[in-house]
């Protein structure tokens, strides 16, 4: 089975924006900018 990179990366995304909005529940500004990462990085897992 061949995995793209783009999915690979993509999920990597997706993991790193959930561990920032995790570690950063106490900034507004820093937990929107990571749903906002992981929407994107959603909309590239699509897109794979």
Not at 7 to 29: A, D, E, I, M, R
Request: hydrophobic share 55%; charged share 5%.
């Amino acid at each position: 089975m061949k995995v793209s990179s783009l999915f690979l990366v993509s999920s990597v995304g997706v993991g790193l924006s959930v561990l920032t909005l995790c570690l950063q529940y106490k900034h507004l500004l820093s937990a929107l900018l990571s749903l906002e990462a992981m929407t994107l990085s959603l909309l590239s897992v699509m897109h794979a």
